[in-house]
């Protein structure tokens, strides 16, 4: 007659509830450190969400203000797009921050400011975030040049 071996998932999951009785005030402390490091996480995960909604909603903003001044070249509408993607350019996740260089350097172009277009399009080519990215700054550069 064979002996059958315990289930290893039970055994285990009876250990676990042996050392639970046994260490109750460590399983408490345990539990509540958990409960704590989960929130920490979430609410970290919820800000940084919330930053990065603001940095596309102020980008939306920025291309808005620049479409609106490039169709009627009237009103304050490059101005306040420049002011946006300055401040983007700051501060703001890496992809985010390129395509407002990208577009500093074409506000830089119109307003016959080549030298510091082509800075900021070097500087988008040098580390870009994406291979798009990379693309337009280096296809901009070669068209200035071509110029």
Partial sequence: MKTKKPDALLSAFQYCITWVRNNARTSIFIGVVIVCLGLAGWGLAAHQMSKDEKAQYTLSQGIRNFE????????????????????????????????????????????????????????????PYNDVVK?????????????
């Fill in 68 to 127: 609106e001044y490039a169709i009627t070249m009237k009103g304050d509408g490059l101005s306040k797009a420049e002011k946006s993607f300055k401040s983007l350019a700051k501060e703001s996740p890496a992809g985010i921050k390129d395509v407002a260089k990208l577009y500093l350097a074409r506000i830089a172009t119109m307003k016959g400011n080549k030298e510091d277009a082509k800075a900021l399009y070097a500087e988008v080519a040098k580390k």
């Fill in 135 to 147: 693309k337009l700054s280096e296809s901009a550069l070669k068209d200035m040049q071509n110029r």
